[in-house]
């Protein structure tokens, strides 16, 4: 199985920034995808922000020029670079990430960590 540790979230004002970092770790033989979601209260969970093996990277239109998703292979790692943030992006954020174990591609959720924009 794979596990996914979250870190970062937090109280930031508006136009503040925060770093979100999720490391996997367990028996894979390897990572693809790897990205991260959101859900605020009431809405369904979204999409932020993926990045592929490659280095490839989407993200939603309402995060785009302001979050920089990234990732470290070597340490199975991805980052989220959260700038001018605002109320709209406060939410419980979800590392994802799509991993290969024996023949199979399994996707795996992490935990979740807060992040609330607020003055």
């Known amino acids: 199985q794979v596990q996914l540790v979250e870190s970062g979230g937090g109280l930031v004002q508006p136009g503040g920034s925060l770093r979100l970092s999720c490391a996997a770790s367990g028996r894979f033989r390897s990572i693809n995808a790897m990205g991260w979601y959101r859900q605020a209260p009431g809405k369904q969970r979204e999409l932020v922000a993926t990045?592929?093996?490659?280095?490839?990277?989407n993200y939603a239109a309402s995060v785009k020029g302001r979050f920089t998703i990234s990732r470290d292979n070597a340490k199975n790692t991805v980052y989220l670079q959260m700038n001018s943030l605002n109320a709209e992006d406060t939410a419980v954020y979800y590392c994802?990430?799509?991993?290969?174990?024996?023949?199979?591609?399994?996707?795996?959720w992490g935990q979740g960590t807060q992040v609330t924009v607020s003055s």
């Open positions: 994802y990430c799509n991993a290969v174990l024996g023949l199979l591609r399994t996707d795996y």
């Open positions: 990045i592929t093996s490659g280095g490839s990277t």
